[in-house]
């Protein structure tokens, strides 16, 4: 069984860069597409992005000018870059795995990322 | 975007009881329309992927149904353990994929 679980700090300064890490246990990182996901109460669920082993990568589009997401093999993890946070940024933030026909199979326990001054 | 639209948002139920959740989406995405449970301080689980592939491992009073741009959950008699918060993702076609705002599931 695949295991997720994110990584980084719980707290980010307004106008600083959010950055997390998903590390991946049970499987691979080279087959399947792998996804950030985003939760807050007034959002609700947000999909962030995705990334693939071949490079293929895809954001959603209101995020897309301040998000990047990379897959590192060698240490089968893959990582959420987020720059010029708001407190509109603070939420719980997931890591999971997106299966081919786009759902999400495995998910990470999630971290609460709080942007405050 | 497309856009998910849950019903009810909340509701009251007993054990026991056949529970309905529908999710409507404001375009067609097929039959690529997944269901998740979520409990409180825990990561969304899936249930339902296509619209009506039960995941491996849920239990088999969880069924989806529908196509095109309606969508339901039905949960036949109601458990304990099913108290939660119910999701739909759309996955048609290319991304953003959607979730609906979620329909929270109460004992009566």
């Known amino acids: 069984q695949v295991q997720l679980q994110e990584s980084g700090p719980g707290l980010v300064k307004p106008s600083e860069t959010l950055s997390l890490t998903c590390n991946v246990s049970?499987?691979?990182?080279?087959?399947?597409?792998w996804s950030w996901i985003r939760q807050s109460p007034g959002k609700g669920l947000e999909w962030i992005a995705y990334?693939?082993?071949?490079?293929?990568?895809n954001y959603n589009p209101s995020l897309k000018s301040r998000v990047n997401i990379s897959l590192d093999a060698s240490k089968n993890q893959f990582s959420l870059k987020l720059t010029s946070v708001t407190a509109a940024d603070t939420a719980v933030y997931y890591c999971?795995?997106?299966?081919?026909?786009?759902?999400?199979?495995?998910w990470g326990q999630g971290t609460l990322v709080t942007v405050s001054s | 975007d497309i856009q998910m639209t849950q019903s009810p948002s909340s509701l009251s139920a007993s054990v026991g009881d056949r529970v309905t959740i529908t999710c409507r989406t404001s375009?067609?995405?097929?039959?690529?329309l997944n269901w998740y449970q979520q409990k409180p301080g825990k990561a969304p689980k899936v249930l339902i992927y296509?619209?009506?592939t039960l995941q491996g491992g849920v239990s088999s009073r969880f069924s989806g149904s529908g196509s095109g741009t309606d969508f339901t959950l039905t949960i036949r008699s109601l458990q304990p353990e099913d108290f939660a918060t119910y999701f739909c993702?759309?996955?048609?076609?290319?991304?953003?994929?959607?979730f609906g705002q979620g329909t929270k599931v109460e004992i009566k």
């Open positions: 999971a795995r997106d299966d081919e026909d786009g759902y999400f199979d495995n």
């Open positions: 993702q759309q996955s048609y076609s290319t991304p953003p994929w959607t």
């Open positions: 049970g499987g691979s990182i080279s087959n399947h597409y």
């Open positions: 990334a693939h082993y071949s490079g293929r990568t």
């Open positions: 296509a619209a009506s």
């Open positions: 375009q067609t995405v097929d039959i690529y």
